[in-house]
């Protein structure tokens, strides 16, 4: 059972990282010691649903993103998962307003390579 914990402590540490956070600051967040964290993310610790729910809670996160595995991803597929994961880094922090400009902005970049 210890690829799921992986995963879900891969997804941890690429989660913490595009949020530009350190262990540390992570630790302080989830209320959860430091090095307890690195187990976590290393895949060595054996962590309860709570402790799971502080570092959510923390992230700012669904659950869910903390699931998906993307070891099977191709280089573009890889590109795309890190864009999305920034992208809701980048959501998590604004109002609806500035979302909507945002995706207003996106569509006509998007538009931009089509033609």
């Known amino acids: 059972m210890t690829d799921l914990r992986n995963t879900v402590g891969d997804r941890i540490r690429a989660i913490r990282k595009t949020k ?4 540390q600051q992570l630790a302080e ?5 430091d090095a307890y964290i690195g187990g976590v993310e290393r895949g060595e610790r054996n962590f309860s ?11 700012k996160i669904q659950p869910m993103e903390l699931f998906q595995n993307h070891d099977d991803l191709n280089e573009v597929e890889a590109a795309q998962r890190r864009a ?5 880094v980048t959501v998590s922090e604004l109002s609806v307003k500035q979302i909507n400009t945002l995706n207003r902005i996106v569509r006509e970049v998007k538009g931009a390579f089509v033609d």
């Open 20 to 23: 530009e956070l350190t262990q």
């Open 29 to 33: 967040l989830s209320n959860l010691d």
């Open 49 to 59: 649903i709570d402790t799971l729910e502080k570092i959510v809670v923390a992230l």
């Open 84 to 88: 999305i994961d920034e992208y809701a």
